[in-house]
């Protein structure tokens, strides 16, 4: 495979298969890639693109990410890694953490250390880079309660830059990164204040009802991976990019006549009024688990899961979704929102 060599080792391959770089196995191609390891390479790789009046395109495992086309311009790999300490007092501890590192084995390692809040998030796939762009979250917790800021490098101007928790913007699945710094910026690190009091989180129904009032973060996180497992399909034996929709969130007087027509209507009541709707109802209700178009799948058993074990095109997988869209909208009044990045 033909690669052009920058300076310090920085190497970008030309004309690259993605499909092993997104979780769904769409069968695209980058002009460029380069896989960076540290923050010169970062720069280097954004200024040759610059130059090249190329588009970078940031992946960290392509967990959240569907292809609907060849890419024209840079994939840059985040690969930064690295675990440190900032600051440790006897009930909490403060930890910087690369954007490279896998996220599940981050929340592990953090358990092993005896540091908490981060069990409730145990084996959800991507790198810790990844986390406050989404703002994850699952059974209760979201990443922005145990995040005290981000680190970044400015895509125009190649400086670094630092954003505490309240500037980040933080939302249902979505922060400041996907809006005004949405293609503007590489996280190259993510800084969480972890508390040591064994004192998790049970709150959601699914894991409340799997483990007893008294128990601890590992008795969480295993929970946590035990249900996940039984629940979602990994990647590596079906491709997917876990839910493809997010729950949509209704007014008040929306949600009042949702129920009025569907009086077993799945949702929750969010703070401010209104109500998140459970989208994967919703998709059951109209009969799309297992159903098929052009290839792709909705899952058997999970109807938020769209599945592509085809290796089918991004423009299939869309296809799909699309028409899934269409038909909530037509029947409940409700729009889904897709959750993966589109490119």
């Not at 980058?30 to 540290?38: D, E, G, I, Q």
């Not at 809040?117 to 406050?132: F, H, R, S, T, Y």
């Not at 400015?154 to 990164?177: G, H, W």
């Amino acid at each position: 495979m033909q690669a052009i060599s920058l300076s310090s080792g920085t190497s970008i391959q030309v004309d690259v298969p993605l499909q092993q770089y997104n979780t769904l196995a769409i069968p695209a191609k980058a002009a460029f890639l380069s896989r960076c390891t540290n923050l010169n390479q970062i720069r280097q790789c954004l200024s040759f693109a610059a130059d090249k009046d190329l588009a970078p395109i940031v992946l960290g495992e392509g967990s959240n990410t569907v292809f609907a086309k060849d890419v024209d311009g840079l994939v840059i790999l985040n690969r930064l890694t690295g675990i440190e300490v900032l600051k440790e007092t006897e009930q909490s501890v403060v930890i910087k953490v690369a954007a490279g590192e896998n996220w599940h084995d981050f929340v592990k390692y953090a358990l092993e250390q005896s540091w908490f809040g981060l069990e409730n998030l145990a084996l959800i796939p991507g790198l810790v880079g990844a986390a406050p762009i989404q703002n994850i979250g699952a059974y209760g917790v979201e990443v922005k309660d145990a995040i005290e800021s981000v680190e970044f490098i400015d895509i125009a101007s190649l400086e670094s830059r630092k954003l505490n928790q309240s500037e980040c913007e933080f939302a249902y699945r979505d922060s400041i990164f996907k809006k005004d710094l949405r293609d503007c910026c590489i996280i190259t690190s993510v800084t969480f204040r972890l508390t040591k009091l064994a004192d998790s989180n049970i709150s959601y129904p699914a894991l409340a009802n799997s483990v007893p009032q008294s128990a601890s973060p590992l008795d969480v996180f295993e929970a946590v991976c035990e249900i996940r497992s039984s629940k979602l399909p990994m990647p590596d034996d079906l491709p997917n990019a876990g839910s493809f929709f997010k729950n949509p969130i209704v007014s008040a007087s929306q949600h009042l006549e949702l129920i009025e027509r569907f009086s077993d209507l799945v949702s929750y009541p969010i703070s401010g009024g209104g109500a998140k709707l459970a989208a994967g109802w919703m998709i059951d209700q109209r009969g799309w688990k297992s159903k098929s178009v052009q290839g792709v799948y909705m899952h058997r058993e999970q109807a938020l899961v769209l599945i592509n074990p085809n290796m089918k095109s991004g423009q299939s997988v869309l296809h799909l979704a699309g028409e899934i869209q269409a038909d909530i909208k037509c029947h409940f009044g409700v729009t889904l929102e897709i959750e993966p990045r589109v490119y």
